[in-house]
């Protein structure tokens, strides 16, 4: 039971780590530098053959203010990897950190052994060898390390990536293609600085029940920067790298866009939209029109998503909306595409009678049991003790939670407690039946990998990989720090 006695010492401590960041909180001014574009790698052109060194670097946050960082192959973040469909990508990956990590292929649906889940480790000077087979439609996916324990703290210190599967259909469809012009990723994240312009990770109780938030919102790896776009359409790649904080994404002049891909591929049609919430983990593909050569921003509103607990005073000013970035017309541009697509995809409709079991899981954010013994509060149960379960049960990596069967597909029922929680599940795409009860709006009816759970959701999950026991597949909050705290379960599938 979570007695007066624990909420006090959770307030104190919390208390002090806010206090630190309230001193350094003005490093949120707004620098306004241009969007950094990550090096493109085509795996295709490269023979299929792609390699990563994972290694610390020096990259400015902020022009003028150089600091350690860490990233795949670059100073932070890592490059946009392109594969094509009916492909095998042979990807070597070299790990120059002093600690282990991992590197899963989030939104990729490959076999058990080479997803890169925390079973996947590198030790620190290793390498790892790994051959893709991908098939799947067309979509953006991302990488990033899965470390039990460990994933936060290395997300958050800049490794992170972003992945293009193509099969020609987005050619087909005279979709913005041209790479850093108008087909732009935007990797969406939040961080403290300290006067030095690095990042601070120091996560206090409070910290660990509402995750890790930021004072100062960041795109591909820079604060505030400006995208020169042509006028016409633009294609913007999104992807929610933060480790907890929800975007609530619009556009300052109020003006609509269209929603074309969630995580796993296109919708049916475009969904027209004035704004988007996009959890951590999740990816969607829009459709924006600067034809008219309007100047604007684009910015989120205010993250809600905060348990009782964090709603003490001071915890509100981390969790405000405010800018993202600014789009500004380049006339030396020419605009490639002016119209949007009415049609995309023939999007299947969700056959539940197909499903051979159904299963229940909660996510208990609330089960303090150990937790504040020794005033630690849950980064992880093997250090401070069980902090966030489902069903009641941490993260234990010598337990399968699920066994299921190659081939065919299951209702899983996921049910929140005190916040909403974005659960993640490895190895699939599956298709939203309802949330809190309710047909899923028209662009959350596409393949999904992450579902933001407020209350309750129903998903159909197909099972078209392997996984053996000793390489299972994860499911998860993606909300970091409750994943490292236990928040995790493991399915394998035969």
């Known amino acids: 039971m979570f007695t007066r006695r624990h909420f006090v010492a959770a307030t104190a401590l919390t208390s002090v780590s806010l206090l630190t960041r309230s001193n350094i909180s003005a490093y949120a001014a707004r620098s306004e530098a241009p969007l950094p574009i990550p090096q493109l790698i085509d795996a295709k052109a490269n023979a299929n053959a792609v390699s990563l060194t994972i290694g610390q670097g020096v990259h400015a946050y902020r022009p003028g203010q150089s600091v350690p960082s860490f990233g795949y192959s670059a100073p932070v973040l890592g490059p946009v990897i392109r594969l094509a469909r009916d492909e095998r990508v042979d990807v070597t990956i070299e790990n120059k950190m002093s600690r282990p990590t991992t590197v899963h292929w989030h939104g990729l649906v490959i076999p058990g052994e080479m997803d890169g889940g925390p079973h996947n480790s590198i030790p620190a000077g290793d390498r790892w060898k790994v051959s893709l087979p991908v098939d799947q439609p067309e979509c953006t996916a991302w990488f990033h390390p899965h470390p039990h324990e460990e994933t936060a703290e290395q997300v958050y210190s800049g490794l992170a990536g972003v992945l293009i599967v193509e099969d020609g259909s987005g050619e087909r469809m005279g979709l913005p293609r041209s790479y850093g012009v108008d087909d732009l990723p935007l990797v969406l994240q939040d961080r403290f600085f300290d006067r030095r312009g690095a990042p601070i990770y120091q996560p206090g109780p409070m910290d660990i029940m509402a995750g890790y938030r930021g004072d100062t919102i960041i795109v591909n790896g820079a604060v505030a920067p400006i995208a020169r776009v042509p006028a016409g359409l633009v294609r913007l790649r999104l992807l929610n790298g933060a480790n ?40 969607y593909e829009v ?38 970035m600014k789009f500004q017309i380049d006339p030396s541009q020419r605009a490639a595409v002016t119209s949007v697509p009415k049609h995309l995809v023939d999007m299947p409709l969700p056959d539940r009678s197909k499903a051979v079991a159904r299963r229940q ?49 299951e209702v899983w029922e996921i049910g929140s407690q005190m916040m909403a929680h974005p659960f993640h599940v490895h190895g699939t795409q599956f298709q939203i039946l309802s949330l809190n009860g309710q ?15 407020a209350r309750e959701a129903q998903i159909l999950v197909p099972f078209k990989q392997t996984a053996p026991r000793d390489h299972p597949f994860m499911f998860h909050c993606h909300i970091l720090e409750h994943e490292d705290a236990g928040m995790m379960g493991q399915y394998i599938c035969s």
């Open 244 to 283: 907890a904080r929800i975007f609530d994404l619009r556009f300052s002049d109020g003006r609509s866009f269209h929603a074309i891909a969630s995580d796993g591929g296109y919708l049916a049609t475009p969904v027209r939209l004035r704004n988007l919430l996009i959890a951590p983990g999740e990816r």
């Open 287 to 324: 459709l924006i029109d600067f034809a008219d050569g309007s100047e604007v921003m684009l910015e989120t509103g205010a993250d809600q998503n905060v348990p009782m607990m964090g709603m003490m005073r001071g915890a509100a000013p981390f969790v405000g909306g405010g800018s993202v």
């Open 361 to 409: 899981f909660l996510l208990n954010d609330m089960i303090m049991g150990g937790m504040m013994g020794g005033m630690g509060f849950g980064r992880g149960a093997g250090r401070f003790g069980p902090a966030m379960t489902i069903n009641g049960q941490p993260f234990d990596s010598d337990r399968i939670d699920v066994e299921t069967k190659l081939g065919t597909m």
């Open 439 to 453: 047909v899923p709006p028209l662009h959350l009816q596409g393949w999904k990998d992450t579902v933001l759970v």
